[in-house]
Nanobody, 126 residues
Protein backbone atom coordinates (compact mmCIF):
# COMPACT_ATOMS: atom_id res chain seq x y z
CA UNK A 1 0.00 0.00 0.00
CA UNK A 2 0.98 3.64 -0.32
CA UNK A 3 3.25 4.83 2.46
CA UNK A 4 4.79 8.22 3.13
CA UNK A 5 7.38 8.53 5.89
CA UNK A 6 8.62 11.91 7.03
CA UNK A 7 11.93 12.46 8.82
CA UNK A 8 14.39 15.20 9.66
CA UNK A 9 12.45 17.11 12.28
CA UNK A 10 13.98 18.21 15.56
CA UNK A 11 14.66 21.10 17.89
CA UNK A 12 16.54 24.09 16.50
CA UNK A 13 17.17 27.65 17.62
CA UNK A 14 15.60 30.56 15.80
CA UNK A 15 17.60 31.39 12.69
CA UNK A 16 18.68 27.79 12.24
CA UNK A 17 17.97 25.30 9.48
CA UNK A 18 16.48 21.86 9.05
CA UNK A 19 15.92 19.61 6.06
CA UNK A 20 12.84 17.42 6.07
CA UNK A 21 12.50 14.31 3.94
CA UNK A 22 9.47 12.32 2.87
CA UNK A 23 10.17 8.82 1.58
CA UNK A 24 7.41 7.38 -0.60
CA UNK A 25 6.62 3.78 -1.42
CA UNK A 26 3.74 1.87 -2.97
CA UNK A 27 3.10 4.46 -5.66
CA UNK A 28 4.67 5.67 -8.87
CA UNK A 29 6.26 8.63 -7.17
CA UNK A 30 7.24 10.41 -10.35
CA UNK A 31 3.56 10.59 -11.37
CA UNK A 32 2.40 12.37 -8.21
CA UNK A 33 2.36 15.96 -7.14
CA UNK A 34 3.62 16.32 -3.60
CA UNK A 35 2.90 18.82 -0.87
CA UNK A 36 3.96 19.79 2.63
CA UNK A 37 1.46 20.90 5.25
CA UNK A 38 2.01 21.71 8.91
CA UNK A 39 -0.11 21.77 12.02
CA UNK A 40 0.68 23.71 15.17
CA UNK A 41 -1.01 22.84 18.49
CA UNK A 42 -4.59 24.05 18.54
CA UNK A 43 -4.50 25.18 14.94
CA UNK A 44 -5.75 23.90 11.62
CA UNK A 45 -3.43 22.02 9.29
CA UNK A 46 -2.07 24.60 6.86
CA UNK A 47 -0.45 24.50 3.46
CA UNK A 48 3.30 25.05 3.31
CA UNK A 49 4.55 24.13 -0.15
CA UNK A 50 3.79 22.07 -3.24
CA UNK A 51 5.71 20.67 -6.17
CA UNK A 52 4.47 19.18 -9.43
CA UNK A 53 5.35 15.67 -10.58
CA UNK A 54 8.56 16.64 -12.35
CA UNK A 55 9.56 19.51 -10.10
CA UNK A 56 8.84 21.97 -12.85
CA UNK A 57 6.59 24.13 -10.72
CA UNK A 58 6.74 24.94 -7.03
CA UNK A 59 4.38 26.84 -4.78
CA UNK A 60 4.81 28.36 -1.32
CA UNK A 61 2.72 29.85 1.43
CA UNK A 62 3.44 33.53 1.93
CA UNK A 63 4.58 32.90 5.50
CA UNK A 64 7.57 30.80 4.42
CA UNK A 65 8.35 32.19 0.98
CA UNK A 66 12.04 32.97 0.60
CA UNK A 67 12.99 30.81 3.59
CA UNK A 68 11.85 27.30 2.60
CA UNK A 69 12.63 25.36 -0.58
CA UNK A 70 10.75 22.30 -1.78
CA UNK A 71 12.42 19.76 -4.03
CA UNK A 72 12.15 16.13 -5.06
CA UNK A 73 14.33 13.32 -6.29
CA UNK A 74 12.18 10.99 -8.37
CA UNK A 75 15.00 8.46 -8.65
CA UNK A 76 14.98 8.13 -4.85
CA UNK A 77 11.21 8.45 -4.41
CA UNK A 78 11.86 11.24 -1.94
CA UNK A 79 10.48 14.70 -1.31
CA UNK A 80 12.43 17.36 0.58
CA UNK A 81 11.80 20.62 2.39
CA UNK A 82 14.84 22.76 3.15
CA UNK A 83 13.94 25.18 5.92
CA UNK A 84 16.22 28.12 6.61
CA UNK A 85 15.93 31.16 8.90
CA UNK A 86 13.51 29.27 11.08
CA UNK A 87 11.23 31.20 13.42
CA UNK A 88 9.40 30.10 16.56
CA UNK A 89 6.13 30.37 14.64
CA UNK A 90 7.36 27.60 12.33
CA UNK A 91 6.98 25.17 15.23
CA UNK A 92 4.55 22.46 14.13
CA UNK A 93 4.20 18.89 13.00
CA UNK A 94 5.08 18.76 9.31
CA UNK A 95 3.27 16.35 7.01
CA UNK A 96 3.80 15.35 3.42
CA UNK A 97 0.96 14.30 1.14
CA UNK A 98 0.56 13.04 -2.40
CA UNK A 99 -1.98 13.58 -5.11
CA UNK A 100 -2.08 11.98 -8.56
CA UNK A 101 -3.71 15.00 -10.20
CA UNK A 102 -2.41 18.42 -9.22
CA UNK A 103 -5.16 20.96 -8.79
CA UNK A 104 -3.66 24.22 -9.86
CA UNK A 105 -6.63 26.17 -8.47
CA UNK A 106 -7.00 24.40 -5.14
CA UNK A 107 -3.70 22.81 -4.11
CA UNK A 108 -3.79 24.44 -0.66
CA UNK A 109 -6.94 22.55 0.32
CA UNK A 110 -5.95 19.83 2.76
CA UNK A 111 -9.21 17.94 2.21
CA UNK A 112 -8.18 17.06 -1.34
CA UNK A 113 -5.26 14.91 -0.20
CA UNK A 114 -6.00 11.39 0.98
CA UNK A 115 -2.49 10.00 1.37
CA UNK A 116 -0.54 11.44 4.30
CA UNK A 117 2.57 10.60 6.26
CA UNK A 118 2.66 10.35 10.05
CA UNK A 119 4.37 13.71 10.45
CA UNK A 120 7.65 14.93 11.91
CA UNK A 121 7.90 17.46 14.75
CA UNK A 122 9.77 20.70 14.20
CA UNK A 123 10.38 22.87 17.25
CA UNK A 124 12.04 26.27 16.95
CA UNK A 125 13.17 27.86 20.19
CA UNK A 126 13.55 31.59 20.61
Amino acid sequence: QVQLVESGGGVVQAGGSLRLSCAASGLTFSSYAMVWFRQAPGKEREFVSAITWNGGSTYYADSIKGRFTISRDNAKNTLYLQMNSLKPEDTAVYYCAARRVFLYNDYTNKNLYTTWGQGTQVTVSS
